[in-house]
């Protein structure tokens, strides 16, 4: 991830890195894309809903923000008492830069989590679901599935508030 000031890098990751550096920045990269995706977009289009389920640009935010706290540091990891509610609603003080603030620091957790992981195949410590807590391998993994899934709707998001379109 990478601070206000600077551009992150958005190629894709090396085809010789190993395979948690490759999923790490995979996943990293679609961060990077939902983030871009929420910048510069003025209120009250940022928390507007684009579609009738309620999606908004901040909510995806405060939905992921949750949803990597809840897997990494949460199940994972085993941190805290209670897991983030990754539903709750966007508030009228939630601004667009304290919500990405917080995105950028919950990544930042959840890629500590990453890196002193020693083994992909290592179970966490609990999981989210009524199943055995899962590999970091599959933690990843599902965080790429749901980080992209949401990047596409930031797309759309985007796209239909000033057309913007590309990563």
């Not at 890098?9 to 010789?16: E, G, Q, T």
């Not at 020693?118 to 679901?129: C, E, N, T």
């Amino acid at each position: 991830m990478t601070t206000a000031r600077s551009r992150p890098d958005l190629r894709p990751p090396s085809l010789n890195s190993g395979e948690k550096e490759t999923l790490s920045a995979f996943l990293d990269y679609l961060r990077e894309s939902v983030l871009a995706k929420a910048a510069g977009v003025p209120e009250p289009a940022v928390r507007t809903a684009g579609v009738p389920s309620g999606t908004s640009l901040l909510g995806l935010l405060k939905h992921l923000t949750a949803v990597e706290l809840n897997w990494f540091v949460w199940a994972y990891d085993g941190a805290g008492r209670d897991p983030w509610d990754d539903a709750e609603p966007v508030r009228a003080d939630d601004t667009a830069a304290d919500l990405a603030h917080a995105y950028r620091q919950a990544v930042a957790r959840a890629n500590e989590v990453v890196r002193a992981c020693p083994d992909l195949d290592r179970p966490g410590a609990r999981s989210l679901r009524e199943t055995p807590p899962p590999s970091m391998r599959w933690v990843l993994v599902h965080m790429i599935e749901e980080t992209a899934r949401h990047a596409g709707h930031a797309d759309i998001l985007r796209e239909a508030i000033d057309g913007s379109t590309g990563r």
